[in-house]
């Protein structure tokens, strides 16, 4: 009998247990690419070409001193390393609803239109899934349409949950608003049924571009939203990241009626240099906002009490929002030194309408490459330098490669110096 069992478990895998998409999918192309950097270090060290690492998109200063002073205070509080609530505590939620109205000029009720998040990553994927029907076939599954190039793990996340990721293509040409009408008209040439559309995401400033949006870009976005019975998906994770003189980014709730079919995701990652904090926001309509709630209940149980004392700290600190300021006074600074150091290496950075907004830097490959992903392989095996294919980030980004400028400025410097030297022209 035991032998039996043997000979059949030999037959089985635990692989074939695995979903339809989960059975092709492929490791996130961060953690691809900073594999291949731990494969090649020892080599590139050799060389005195130790890697210089812009990938990732995650600032390397420290949090703010002040946040750090507090929430080392909050860890000795009564009941504060007891469960919490999926939805966010009371004093957060206020904290939340104070933010959004000094900053964006937004009422948002605390007790209805706002939960936290475990980080805008964990609740965006909540919300696909609190949306999304699975189907097998792909003509009939339901469909958002999805910023190209953007945020790699929106189609991911999509897929996962059963439904159909459709590309909105960024380009120079569009401005980086793409045309969202024109892009129903291409789903049904394609052969999707648009009544199948159940959300269109926007991301302002973007990742990877850094491009940003004006006012009636947003109305416009609410309209067609209105005209389809769809949900708006805003993603404003770099909304507090842009430099000087420029318009501060929007919010989707600033226009009359959005509160009506969106929902706006903030994150505290990027601007208080608190990535591995894991928290941040969604705030809107109510009924998105329950639903997303309830489903973040069948999965975790609430951020840690304690970050979510800091995290209401830092929407609130004037000293944070300095900190903020300081930072991007910091990423224009990096933007400027890496502008020139292109364009010394040929490139034709001023023509490409450099960001205002976030530490992106979104570059074409140069002339004698047809490939960005060829290119970004040769520039870590010859240089050491770190970058990213634009197609990590959907097919339109083919041409393209991502920098992000969070390095210290000698090592900027190193960058220009080592593709300089190692023949790395335009």
Not at 200 to 206: D, E, Q, R, W
Not at 300 to 305: A, E, K, L, Q, V
């Amino acid at each position: 009998m035991t032998t039996l069992s043997q000979a059949q478990s030999a037959d089985f895998s635990v692989k074939s247990l695995y979903s339809d998409y989960c059975a092709n999918m492929e490791t996130y192309i961060m953690f691809r690419i900073a594999a291949r950097v731990v494969e090649l270090t020892p080599e590139l060290e050799k060389k005195g070409r130790a890697p210089i690492k812009m990938s990732i998109g995650a600032p390397t200063v420290e949090p703010p001193k002040v946040l750090l002073d507090y929430f080392i205070k909050t860890l000795s509080e009564p009941n504060i390393h007891t469960y919490s609530v999926p939805k966010g505590e009371k004093f957060l939620l206020d904290a939340i609803s104070q933010r959004m109205k000094s900053r964006f000029g937004v009422e948002v009720n605390p007790a209805t239109e706002v939960t936290s998040v475990i980080g805008s990553k964990e609740g965006l994927a909540n919300m696909f899934r609190a949306i999304i029907t699975p189907r097998p076939d792909k003509k009939d599954q339901d469909i958002i349409l999805t910023p190209d190039p953007g945020y790699a793990s929106y189609v991911d996340a999509i897929e996962v949950a059963g439904g159909h990721s459709y590309p909105t293509p960024l380009n120079l040409q569009n401005n980086y608003l793409p045309d969202l009408d024109e892009a129903v008209e291409n789903l049904k040439k394609d052969g999707f049924d648009p009544a199948r559309l159940k959300a269109v995401i926007i991301n302002y400033p973007s990742n990877p571009i850094g491009a940003t949006a004006p006012f009636s870009y947003y109305e416009t976005v609410v309209e067609f939203a209105r005209k389809h019975r769809i949900l708006v998906i805003s993603d404003v994770a770099y909304s507090e990241m842009y430099f000087e003189g420029q318009e501060a980014p929007h919010s989707i709730l600033e226009v009359a009626g959005a509160k009506d079919l969106a929902i706006e995701f903030h994150s505290l990652s990027k601007p208080y240099a608190m990535t591995g904090w894991r928290i941040g926001f969604a705030v809107g309509n109510a009924d998105a906002v329950g639903i997303l709630a309830k489903m973040k209940g069948t999965m975790d149980s609430g951020i840690f009490r304690a970050v979510q004392k800091a995290a209401a700290f830092a929407l609130t600190s004037p000293e944070c929002d300095a900190y903020i300021k300081d930072c991007n006074k910091m990423y224009a600074e990096n933007q400027k030194l890496m502008v020139a150091g292109f364009k010394r290496l040929g490139w034709p950075v001023e023509e490409l309408n450099p960001p205002k907004a976030t530490f992106y830097l979104w570059l074409p490959i140069p002339r004698n490459y047809t490939s960005c992903e060829k290119f970004a392989a040769d520039v870590l095996e010859k240089s050491g330098v770190v970058l990213v294919p634009g197609t990590a980030f959907g097919k339109t980004g083919e041409g393209f490669v991502r920098l992000s400028l969070v390095n210290p400025k000698h090592e900027l410097e190193a960058v220009i110096d080592r593709m300089e030297a190692d023949g790395f022209l335009y």
